[in-house]
């Protein structure tokens, strides 16, 4: 069973345009939501976290907006760049391991 | 190393076979976990240790698969004979601390798997 449901599977973005990627939940006790980033032939890293009890995070050009009401938090990256070409997974958790989207492959143009 | 430090990068095995998966943590981290990833369906959990407490091994998806972490450190997965299906990329990560609780997951590059 899915816990973390991620769209779309993959996204084609021009350079410059902003770069959107949507995770819902049903689990209601989930705490914490992070999203990774994967780039081919390497592990997932740490991008961006937030916490139920904020609505917005931005970290440069990466933004995590939630909404807990609709139980759903979603990625945009503003000025994408080729070099964020790359596979995002969502995350969702509370106090013990990460529950992953399947993931979406983004590919940014020149 | 600096990193989580997996071995081997690549397996070829036949089914039936059993293999050895093993991985390395950062030095410190109290977190390791399993977790596989299969082409469109992302990251499956599989097992997480934190520090000397029982894991949990919830998302094993048979008896054919186990886990062990030796004094605290290094981990090797075990899949007892092989199918197919459990053709994957085997990642572990690493934390300071649980992943609910904040902790930053720190993977290594992962076990390449093929069962023919």
Redesign the interface.
Known sequence: QQQVK?SP?SLIVQKGGISIINCAYENTAF??F?W?QQFP??????LI?I?PDVSEKKEGRFTISFNKSAKQFSLHIMDSQPGDSATY?C?A???????????TSLLVTP | GAG?SQSPSNKVTEKGKDVELRCDPISGHTAL?W?RQSL??????LI?FQGNSAP?KS?LPSDRFSAERTGGSVSTLTIQRTQQEDSAVY?C?SSPR?????G???????SRLTVL
């Open positions: 991620q599977q705490d914490y992070p990774y032939g390497k592990g997932p890293a740490l976290a916490r997974f995350a958790s509370r106090g013990r391991a990460l529950n992953f989207g399947k993931g | 989580v976990y977790y469109g369906q992302g990251l499956e959990f997480y949990d998302g990642l990560a649980l992943a609910g609780a904040g930053e997951l720190f993977f290594g590059e992962g």
